[in-house]
């Protein structure tokens, strides 16, 4: 099974401990990192590469929004916050799931199942694109029996 790197970006410490200790159900899951505002978070992000970010929203130095405009790598995002107002601003991101705080253990299953579903299709995605590259790959038209033209 595949370790998935964890990073919780929210300046509220009682915010990141119920983040973690909902994720010590998952042993497959580790988080590498935690971050108290947008700024750091945009650099360890981007240092780390994670497969998965938990997201607050209203933080120091850079908001969550600014904070994923700005990254190089592209994670499975879960926002993490206490204002339902930042719901439909926050699609504009292509999160995972939008949790609200105080985090329902069943809401966090719920959203934990949705991003492991995310990062098998990233992860199946890019070893597809990977393989592509490094063997290369022709497009070959024949005529089958019938004569009609395929392509594979």
């Not at 994670?75 to 939008?98: E, N, R």
């Not at 991003?115 to 890019?126: G, L, M, N, T, V």
């Amino acid at each position: 099974m595949q370790v998935i790197k964890s990073i919780i970006v929210d300046d509220e410490e009682f915010a990141v401990i119920e983040i973690k200790e909902q994720l010590e159900l998952y042993p497959n899951v580790s988080v590498i990192a935690t971050y108290s505002n947008g700024l750091d978070g945009l650099e360890g992000i981007n240092s780390l590469n994670p497969d998965l970010v938990f997201v607050d929203i209203e933080m120091p130095e850079l908001s969550g929004f600014e904070m994923l405009g700005r990254l190089t790598c592209f994670p499975v995002v879960i926002f993490c916050t206490g204002f339902s107002k930042y719901a439909i601003d926050g699609y504009a991101y292509d999160p995972t799931d939008f949790l609200l705080k105080p985090i329902k253990p069943q809401r966090f299953k719920e959203s934990m199942d949705r991003a492991f579903k995310d990062i098998d299709q990233r992860s199946f995605s890019e070893r597809l694109s990977r393989q592509k590259q490094e063997l290369g790959y022709q497009l070959l038209e024949f005529r089958d029996l019938h004569g009609d033209a395929r392509r594979v």
